[in-house]
């Protein structure tokens, strides 16, 4: 038996560790947090000293038990959870929970999965830090008070099965008050003046007007005095610059770099980062310090030496403006600078490739560039066109790396020909265009990162869960809109003729982007006023601040925690008992055939559109909103648009056809058929001839490519790609196959192979109860009956499992039928 007896968080962790340990080392993961707050009480001691009552989670009982086991037969243990406030609670539960001997348990902290970072923390231990325990124990407390007390006020107030939370809350109401800045967005149109000249050597370059003219009528002028002149180049500068590298990278600039260069979102971004680091490729990932060590600078300035010449080398410190910044204290980088790529997971891989270039740029010399602004005048008019190119004499750190920008308008500068000043010029053409001003951009994941940590809302660790926590809530969601098509005009001068023409572009795109829904207004406009301390920016900010001074040991969290709820806790129960029902109702106007007053609202399945009042004789009408429409943006004739729906539209093969909108956006309904119109198709302008079409594609598409077993196989596209469907099983088909010309063989080999998969990932299977146990995805196991699915920790050994203990998982996930109330029946009274 190992005498040492080695805790890390996570089994790819205690995997790559186990490598740099002899011997005398055992690693065991404790799998993330072993203790929690109970699910389904409070768990705080609020009329106390605001004591968390922890209990080990019911998926982690097994690995306490084992844990323990091997904690008595060691010599020594060691917690070696992550080195920020979460690890070191970790390790605290760890150590209460095992109950283990302070003389027999030593802390490390390491931020690089490295032989000699390993080695240089089991040479230098310490104790478990408090403070950073506590500032923890605050967050978690605070967070689940205000998310326990406020989630059911919204239930009553609201809608059922909302929630809050203090961050979460805060981080929808920048995203909706965003929206409403481009709802009332006017935008107002200028003409933009561009030009195209030649210099004496026949070289082209292009100029702009520095101003722009309000009116189509002032540009035709303006244009018109351009008709007969003559052009020199008036002014002539160059001067030399410099453009300095970025500093490496902390928890929030990955994300927004990936984002930008990547496409990844957050949650993906810090997923693959968590693999690279325990891989042991990079440093840790969840920090706010942009500062290197000695030893990573002086890695990157020998790597920069060999690689690309040491005039290229720049060693560098870098110091963080982030408010509060704390966690690990180095930028992440990779481990070892000599790596510039590797050979693992393609998205892994690419990520590598962005940290490693950052990384190395934040070493390397300046950029050395040569500016050139150019000034040219015309002989009828007094106004200069301007002219501004960017030479790069030395391109230092940009051999490897720049920075992305979210500006969508920045334009970049490119080479301008050399000239001299009085050099005549010869004009191609002047354009004058219609633009218009844009409103706001909308928050991408990254840029409301960027917000977050410029508020000082949040850390590092808790950036990724917030914005899946928003969406997976339905508060928002991504975009899909193009956009839409407007026409502006353009005047061009060309051979001292202006000639008009109307063109098109897209405009209002939401592709991506986060946009509030419905019931992310209606809840954000609940708090805000019923709770705006809590929903206010700067105390939220504040609140971190609060926690990273509790880290520092400057301030008692029972403290502060006492002194929020005293003013929380009241202002809740008020506002249970007198706050008004919040719906989000707007009235819109009246129905032309009943006079019923027109009303739009949040009701129990979601948005809808109502006719009539509940204090009507008759019911009121109501009609469901399309995905695409918003309560607080839909017109009156759009909302009595959606009482015409459904529509029949005739009948086709002996079969009616209806025209509907459903929860996933319109659709046709031909018998038990439904086929989804395309993008940006009204449902109200579909006439039959249009969806006999529709249905005619969808047989087609339906119909079987071949027979297997007497069954037959149909083809289609979803969302993840290419499938066949065979026996109601979907089958992907990947790129080994030739989707287009599916051979009989490729599909018998297909379904065969998919047949066989689901043999081989069932471990159990009772069929007379209709239970079965399979493998399922990242080494875990399911509990399965019917439409039950019982989702099982990496942790529990299923070799064993019986059916009663099956029985026992699915019963306990089994929802549970309410008793229908009955009436007693009153009996008299016996005299």
Not at 120 to 130: F, K, W
Not at 257 to 275: I, P, W
Not at 364 to 370: F, G, P, Q, R, V
Not at 660 to 675: D, E, I, L, T
């Amino acid at each position: 038996m190992a005498k040492n007896l080695v805790i890390v968080e996570s089994p790819a962790k205690a995997k790559t560790i186990e490598k740099f340990l002899g011997k005398d080392f055992k690693v065991e993961s404790s799998f993330g947090h072993i203790s929690d707050l109970p699910s389904k009480e409070l768990g705080v001691d609020v009329d106390g000293d605001f004591r968390p009552k922890y209990e080990v989670s019911k998926d982690k009982k097994a690995v306490v038990k084992k844990l323990k086991e091997l904690a008595k037969k060691a010599e020594m243990v060691w917690l070696a959870s992550d080195e920020d406030r979460e690890g070191e609670a970790i390790a605290w539960h760890l150590a209460e929970a095992l109950k283990l001997d302070a003389a027999k348990t030593k802390r490390i902290v390491f931020h690089e999965i490295t032989k000699t970072a390993i080695q240089r923390a089991i040479e230098n231990p310490r104790g478990i830090d408090y403070d950073l325990v506590d500032a923890q124990q605050a967050r978690r407390v605070l967070d689940r008070i205000v998310g326990y007390e406020l989630s059911p006020v919204l239930w009553r107030k609201v809608k059922g099965g909302l929630s809050a939370g203090r961050v979460q809350s805060v981080s929808v109401r920048l995203i909706v008050e965003k929206e409403r800045e481009i709802q009332g967005f006017t935008p107002v149109a200028s003409y933009r003046v561009d030009a195209e000249f030649s210099n004496e050597n026949g070289q082209t370059f292009k100029a702009k007007l520095p101003k722009n003219f309000s009116t189509k009528e002032e540009a035709q002028k303006f244009l018109e005095q351009n008709a007969s002149a003559s052009f020199k180049v008036a002014d002539l500068q160059k001067k030399p610059a410099k453009k300095s590298p970025a500093a490496p990278f902390t928890t929030s600039t990955l994300q927004q770099e990936a984002s930008r260069k990547l496409y990844f979102s957050v949650s993906k971004t810090m997923t693959m980062a968590q693999r690279l680091y325990e891989a042991g490729l990079i440093t840790y990932m969840r920090t706010d310090s942009v500062n290197l060590s000695d030893e990573a600078r002086n890695g990157a300035q020998t790597e920069i030496e060999s690689a690309f010449g040491s005039k290229y080398s720049k060693p560098r410190n870098y110091k963080g403006k982030s408010k509060g910044a704390q966690e690990a204290h180095e930028a992440i980088r990779p481990t070892n600078f000599a790596v510039h790529s590797v050979d693992i997971d393609y998205d892994q891989a690419r990520l590598y490739d962005l940290i490693w270039k950052r990384a190395i740029a934040s070493q390397m010399s300046e950029a050395e560039l040569e500016r050139t602004n150019v000034k040219i005048s015309a002989s009828t008019h007094n106004e200069n066109f301007t002219a501004n190119g960017e030479v790069i004499t030395f391109d230092g750190f940009l051999k490897v790396y720049l920075e992305g920008t979210d500006d969508e308008n920045v334009e970049q500068e490119g080479m301008l020909p050399a000239m001299r000043i009085n050099e005549a010029l010869l004009n191609n053409y002047i354009t004058a265009t219609e633009r218009y001003t844009r409103p706001p951009a909308r928050f991408t994941e990254a840029s409301l990162v960027k917000k977050l940590e410029e508020l000082g809302i949040g850390r590092p660790s808790t950036y990724a869960p917030t914005i899946s926590t928003i969406q997976n809530r339905n508060y928002v969601e991504k975009g899909a809109v193009e956009g839409v098509e407007r026409e502006y005009s353009q005047l061009t001068l060309q051979g001292g003729e202006v000639r008009y023409k109307k063109l098109k572009e897209k405009v209002g795109s939401d592709k991506g982007k986060l946009v509030p829904t419905d019931i992310g207004m209606i809840v954000t406009d609940f708090l805000v006023n019923h709770f705006e301390s809590i929903l206010d920016y700067n105390f939220t900010a504040k609140v971190e601040a609060d926690f990273d001074d509790i880290a520092d040991g400057k301030e008692d969290w029972t403290k502060m925690m006492k002194l929020f709820y005293k003013d929380f806790h009241p202002q809740v129960e008020d506002v249970k008992e007198n706050a008004e029902r919040e719906s989000g109702e707007r009235i819109l106007g009246k129905d032309p055939k009943t006079g019923k007053q027109v009303s739009v609202r949040l009701g129990k399945f979601g948005p809808m559109v109502q006719i009539g009042t509940v204090d009507d004789e008759e019911k009121p009408q109501f009609a469901s909103l399309s995905p695409d429409q918003q309560l607080n943006t839909i017109t009156y004739e759009e909302a009595m648009d959606l009482f015409q729906l459904p529509k029949n539209l005739g009948t086709y093969e002996g079969e009616e056809i209806l025209v509907n909108n459903g929860r996933f956006g319109p659709y046709v309904k031909f018998g038990s058929a439904f086929v989804s119109l395309p993008k940006g198709v009204d449902p109200l302008s579909v006439e039959l001839d249009e969806a006999i079409v529709l249905i005619k594609e969808k047989q087609k598409a339906d119909a079987p490519i071949y027979m297997y077993n007497d069954l037959p196989v149909q083809k289609g596209k979803g969302r993840f790609g290419p499938f066949i469907k065979w026996n109601n099983m979907f089958i992907n088909v990947n790129k080994k196959y030739d989707w287009d010309n599916l051979s009989d063989d490729d599909i018998v080999e297909l379904i065969e192979t998919k047949i066989q998969k689901e043999i081989d990932k069932v471990i159990h299977n009772w069929e007379e109860e209709g239970i079965r146990v399979e493998k399922a995805r990242w080494g875990r196991h399911n509990v399965v009956k019917g439409k039950i699915k019982v989702e099982l920790a990496k942790t529990i050994d299923v070799s064993d499992m019986t059916l009663d203990e099956a029985k026992a998982l699915i019963e306990a996930k089994t929802p549970k039928k309410k008793k229908k109330a009955t009436k007693k029946k009153a009996t008299a009274k016996k005299k």
